[in-house]
């Protein structure tokens, strides 16, 4: 079973960037599509784009068109996501996800990783 | 965007009975080549992740204990916990994945009675 794992809680001020990592152990990295999702404080879960490190295509909700980056470093097996322009809507806690069977169609989410609390605030 | 729309909001029920949920897509999302429904349901307890339970709407994830099913097709879904126990309080979350983007319902919050 593949296991996510994240990096730690971040505090930025309004207008500036937050990385977040997450890195994939159990699988092969290369196979996999990573998605990103946030859920802001007390709400609902919320898809931001997904990532497939083989083949490097990337796609981005529409919503945030011009302002994530998703990478990937497919020697460490590590996913990356940079959102810029921060502000305090933003305060969310970011997950990645891996994208359960692509070919066959199914982006339901089987593995999660524990998630990156991303603070907005000056 | 494809809306997805989860009732009740929340629902308290006694140990040992069975809870409900439903889930509403604002479109099919039953592609008609394979028969298959695009739809998950999730589990969130505080302070974690979701852990997937059901894709294709009625397939239990791996681990996933019986009690656990899922019905329906075409816009109308159903989550079924047949006998609730104390570690299944949590909030429960339907998600599409027939259209991009993939997107969730509201969330259902289940309590013990």
């Known amino acids: 079973q593949v296991q996510l794992e994240q990096s730690g809680a971040e505090v930025k001020k309004p207008g500036s960037s937050v990385k977040v990592s997450c890195r994939a152990s159990?699988?092969?990295?290369?196979?996999?599509?990573i998605s990103w999702v946030r859920q802001a404080p007390g709400q609902g879960l919320e898809w931001m784009g997904r990532?497939?490190?083989?083949?490097?295509?990337?796609n981005y909700a529409q919503k945030f068109q011009g302002r994530v980056t998703f990478t990937a470093d497919r020697s460490t097996s590590t996913a990356y996501m940079e959102l810029s322009s921060l502000r305090s809507e933003d305060t969310a806690v970011y997950y990645c996800?891996?994208?359960?069977?692509?070919?066959?169609?199914?982006?339901?989410?089987?593995?999660w990783g524990q998630g990156t609390l991303v603070t907005v605030s000056s | 965007d494809l809306v997805m729309t989860q009732s009740p909001d929340s629902l308290a029920v006694s140990l040992g009975a069975r809870a409900t949920i439903n889930c509403k897509s604002s479109?099919?999302?039953?592609?008609?080549?394979?028969?298959?429904?695009?739809l998950a349901w999730y589990q969130q307890k505080p302070g974690q992740p979701p852990k997937l339970l059901i894709y294709?709407?009625?397939t239990r994830d791996s681990g996933v204990p019986d009690r656990f099913s899922g019905s329906g097709s075409g816009t109308d879904f159903t989550l079924t916990i047949s006998s609730l126990q104390a570690e299944d309080v949590a909030v429960y979350y339907c998600?599409?994945?027939?259209?991009?983007?993939?997107?969730f319902g509201q969330g259902t919050k289940v309590e013990i009675k």
């Open positions: 479109q099919s999302v039953l592609y008609n080549s394979n028969n298959k429904n695009y």
């Open positions: 996800a891996r994208d359960r069977d692509p070919p066959r169609g199914d982006y339901s989410f089987d593995s």
């Open positions: 159990g699988g092969s990295f290369s196979n996999y599509s």
């Open positions: 294709w709407a009625s």
């Open positions: 990532i497939i490190p083989m083949h490097i295509i990337v």
């Open positions: 998600q599409q994945y027939f259209g991009t983007p993939p997107t």
